[in-house]
């Protein structure tokens, strides 16, 4: 069985979504026959490369929140991360366009390393004072993951290196109906949106594993933890899962 993953390195509850899946995806009896794969999904696709900024003065900017707004939206997430074990720093955190992170990414998918580069790459994002967004940066969590250096570098200089690969992701995203990330697709029989409990994906490879039809698992994308194509990345309210 495949469970593919549409995902940002920018989006917060792709961070946790991938640990919760990771959970559920470790109490499923069938576990050592799931295939993952991670797709590129960009949150904001039309930003210059080089423009980075602090999160939370990107924020206070894009949504006209206060600076205590800001911080304590960004609290809230950092209290679901901490959840699952996972650090997260609410400020000091770059933010920017993430096409060259996508594009190494689909070297380490080329090399078998794919994951390994993801997990290094939000940590350095959300827990650590590391800018995914400098190629230097890159180069060194490329090595980290087992990359060889003069390949990664290789392709973060040549501008159009996997740069098809990532536009076929966002297509085929774009065709599934995905506008937000994390999504799951398992055995493109249904999707998965936000970032849902760890039981819900177990239940959700279960049933995948049987072949049932079923209407879509945790209600729609507006129950669950999510961001969007305008880059926001909302809390639950009150009742619906964290």
Known sequence: MRVEIWSDIACPWCYIGKARFEKGLAAFAHRD???????????????????????????????????????AMEENVASNAHSEGLGYRTEGRDHGNTFDIHRLSHLAK??????????????ANFAEERSVYDHETL???????????AEARGVLADSDAYADDVRADEREAAELGANGVPFFVLDRRYGVSGGQPAELFTQALEQAWQGRTITP????????AACDTDGSCEVPQAGAHS
């Open 33 to 71: 026959e799931v295939e993952v794969v991670h797709r590129s999904f960009e949150l904001d696709p039309g930003r210059a490369r080089k423009d980075t900024g602090d999160v939370v003065d990107m924020i206070v900017a894009k949504y006209g929140r206060t600076r205590e707004e800001a911080l």
């Open 139 to 149: 180069v060194d969590l490329a090595v980290e993951a087992g990359l060889d250096e």
């Open 110 to 123: 080329a090399r078998g390393r794919q994951d390994e580069l993801l997990n290094l790459a939000y940590r």
């Open 217 to 224: 698992i945790g209600g729609s994308a507006q129950d669950a």
